[in-house]
């Protein structure tokens, strides 16, 4: 059984892996030595190139807080919680309790990333009231989901070469979404990911005597009340009214632009989910005590993510991502492309944890060399989007709103995740070489 791998592999992590925040400055040093040694860029000028990129990243750093709390608060809405609460009592065994949080994960995340973090967590916190379980593989099993992202319909590298005005449309011009999200060979690697995920978290659940269990009283969560006096300010807090208003006014917005053929963006998901928020809670009151929830899950993005725009800064400036991928793809064939594509974005979002922003520091190697080498754009696309999900399962980055909301630490879950990395990676890459 795989829980006789993962136990170590939990050890390990546990003594070893330092908080996120720590690991960026570790890396961020890294990178500067690289630099200097590997680029031949002079110290002054790598802190020059680190202090210009420092903010840049702050729109993207805001869509991603958003998604984060706007994902919060539509999934803590009395409806879905209540959905959420329903499903989570059709688990009555551990065993039951680890697929089904996978499942759910999955289908989230393939939905829509930001979403299925926060509903992967939410559902495994109420699962953990009903079932007795690990709940650090419970945690495990939910961010384990997110390794589908980047292959579903939230695929910031697909959707973004499928967009009119793209920055490579002149080299590979405009590729649908049937070439990419719902080609068959994407399909097929998401359906064997379906499959695998879920009996991987399975066979990785401890014996009872080793399970790390939660008391399920540190999961109840204060209830607010939408009581109020007589005053007409809190009259107007705790009224429906403006919700059903204002979430009428962003309805209309979303239908117009939907039926008008606008497309799928961060910023129209982010509208999508704070609409749905709106007209799902019942009030001002309640959709802000659920976004004071909701944020405290958003401080590692807040803090992190400027120094992850340094790193960037430093990698596109100095020349270093291109190297890093231009070394490994050059040793490929038409064959062994998409994986050494693949291996390449693994590698680099360890330094850029960010699909947009890698493949913009990625697609200037990989696309020329794709085109010299007569592999398909649509593929090689995918492979460095499918290479950017699949570190993040030992990159803490986009573990930390999850945690956030579990009240965990990355150390507790990546050990885990380590299974999933090897077990994935070889799926993946099966998938993208032969199919």
């Not at 994407?186 to 995920?197: G, K, M, R, S, Y």
């Not at 009428?248 to 961060?266: C, E, N």
């Not at 709106?278 to 958003?298: A, V």
């Not at 699949?390 to 990546?414: C, E, H, S």
Request: proline fraction near 5%; include cysteine; hydrophobic fraction near 55%.
């Amino acid at each position: 059984m795989l829980n006789f791998i993962a136990r170590p592999l939990t050890r390990v992590v546990e003594r070893y892996l330092p908080d996120p925040f720590v690991l960026v400055m570790i890396l961020t040093l890294i990178v500067m030595v690289a630099a200097v040694t590997t680029q031949g860029t002079g110290p002054l000028e790598v802190a020059q190139m680190w202090g210009d990129g420092f903010w840049a990243l702050l729109q993207f750093s805001m869509q991603m807080l958003f998604v984060l709390v706007a994902g919060y608060m539509m999934a803590s809405t009395p409806l879905v919680r209540g959905l959420l609460a329903k499903l989570a009592g059709r688990a009555t065994t551990a065993g039951g309790a680890i697929v089904l949080v996978s499942v759910v994960s999955l289908a989230a995340s393939w939905l829509n990333w930001g979403f299925g973090l926060v509903v992967g967590a939410l559902f495994a916190k109420e699962i953990a009231r009903v079932v007795k379980v690990d709940y650090r593989l419970l945690i495990a099993s939910a961010y384990s989901g997110f390794m589908i992202w980047h292959g579903g319909i939230s695929g910031s590298v697909p959707l973004s070469i499928a967009t009119e005005g793209h920055p490579f449309v002149d080299q590979i011009g405009v590729i649908d979404t049937s070439q990419t999200i719902f080609s068959s060979f994407n399909l097929i690697i998401v359906l064997a990911l379906f499959i695998t995920v879920p009996l991987v978290n399975l066979m990785m659940l401890p014996s009872a005597k080793d399970q790390v269990l939660i008391d399920p009283a540190l999961l109840d969560e204060t209830e607010t009340s939408d009581s109020t006096s007589d005053r007409p300010a809190e009259r107007l807090e705790t009224s429906p009214v403006l919700n059903w208003l204002i979430g009428a006014v962003g309805a209309v917005w979303l239908v117009a632009h939907f039926f008008g053929g606008g497309g799928i963006s961060l910023n129209v998901v982010n509208f999508l989910f704070l609409t749905l928020a709106i007209l799902l809670h019942g009030s001002p009151r309640s959709l802000l005590n659920s976004l004071d929830d909701g944020i405290k899950g958003g401080a590692g993005i807040v803090i992190q993510f400027p120094f992850y725009a340094g790193i960037m800064g430093i990698m596109v400036q100095s020349g270093l991502a291109a190297s890093v991928s231009e070394a490994m793809v050059s040793v490929a064939t038409e064959t062994t492309f998409a994986f050494w594509a693949f291996l390449s974005a693994g590698l680099v979002n360890f330094f850029v944890p960010s699909g947009g922003g890698q493949w913009a520091v990625q697609a200037p190697v990989v696309l020329p060399a794709a085109e010299a080498i007569g592999v398909d754009p649509a593929r090689a696309a995918m492979a460095v989007a499918w290479g950017d999900a699949w570190t993040n399962m030992i990159q803490p980055f986009w573990a930390l709103p999850l945690l956030g909301i579990a009240g965990l630490r990355a150390k507790d879950v990546m050990g885990f995740c380590v299974v999933h990395l090897l077990i994935g990676g070889a799926i993946i890459t099966l998938g993208l070489t032969f199919l």
